[in-house]
């Protein structure tokens, strides 16, 4: 097995992917192997939207699609693709390389596996932001980090493409409220993933300044509102959508939380 070479326009890319590998590898999202190795997994793959294996914690709600739903037109689409990772289904894409995410016009349909998985990582989101010891004045952008790396790798056509609209948004939104009230006297910080002392770092991640933070944060709760109020719109009175939808904009709006408390 050979290691995954990195183009420059893609570490922050591989440095993401990795570090989620190797927290998760210790609460059984990835498998131990795949870390050690120091093996850079996809984030999102191509027919799923991420290749998490090995199962979802107990913590991510169980989204169900109709009988007879999508979920088996998503999985009949990945068969026989192979990642270059540990072997897992689907194959990865280089983000802004001009190529269809969705892999050739694939068209990739809703479906619990995915989803499930993309509640996962806005989850975990919330933990790595909401560390003890991230000043909240570095939440808004340790928010849009995450926003925007969901946004790059969220297939650009199928019925995932209205989230990955909605959180390009959001973080390009979250990035112009920083910018407007950047502490340019306090230095970046590199949080570690969920916390976890041995996981590896974020790219370097700003802070408002003080007396701009209380302003700032309440232009980023609406800015959060925002996606998932969209997201919601997005399913066009299909209830086989709103279910995926609806539990997806919950996990956006629970990321409030880390705001309300800068």
Not at 133 to 142: K, N, Q, T, V
Not at 164 to 181: E, F, M, Q, S, Y
Request: glycine share 12%; hydrophobic share 35%; proline share 7%.
């Amino acid at each position: 097995m050979t290691r995954s070479k990195t183009l420059p326009r893609d570490r922050a890319r591989a440095a993401f992917g990795y570090a989620l590998a190797l927290a998760l590898a210790s609460g059984g999202g990835l498998p131990v192997g795949a870390a050690a190795f120091g093996i850079v997994p996809p984030v999102l793959e191509l027919t799923g939207v991420l290749s998490l294996p090995g199962g979802v914690p107990d913590e991510v709600m169980r989204v169900q699609s109709s009988p007879g739903g999508v979920g088996g037109q998503s999985g009949g689409q990945s068969g026989g693709q192979q990642s270059q990772s540990g072997g897992q289904t689907g194959r990865s894409f280089t983000p802004g390389d001009g190529a269809d995410p969705a892999g050739q016009g694939r068209f990739v349909f809703l479906n619990s596996r995915d989803t499930d998985r993309l509640i996962y990582v806005i989850l975990s989101a919330r933990r790595t932001c909401g560390d003890d010891w991230i000043e909240p004045r570095y939440r808004i952008d340790c928010l849009r980090f995450h926003f925007w790396q969901m946004s790059r790798e969220l297939p650009k056509s199928g019925e995932y493409e209205p989230v990955r609209r909605a959180l390009a948004k959001a973080a390009g939104d979250l990035d112009r409220i920083v910018r407007r009230n950047l502490d340019r006297s306090a230095p970046a910080v590199r949080p570690r993933i969920e916390g976890k002392p041995l996981a590896p770092r974020l790219p370097p991640i700003r802070a408002v300044k003080p007396e701009a933070e209380a302003q700032a944060a309440r232009a980023a709760v609406a800015v959060v509102e925002e996606a998932g109020t969209v997201l919601l719109r997005s399913s066009e009175n299909s209830e086989r959508r709103q279910v995926h939808y609806r539990s997806i904009a919950g996990a956006i709006d629970s990321t409030k939380v880390l705001l309300r408390s800068a």
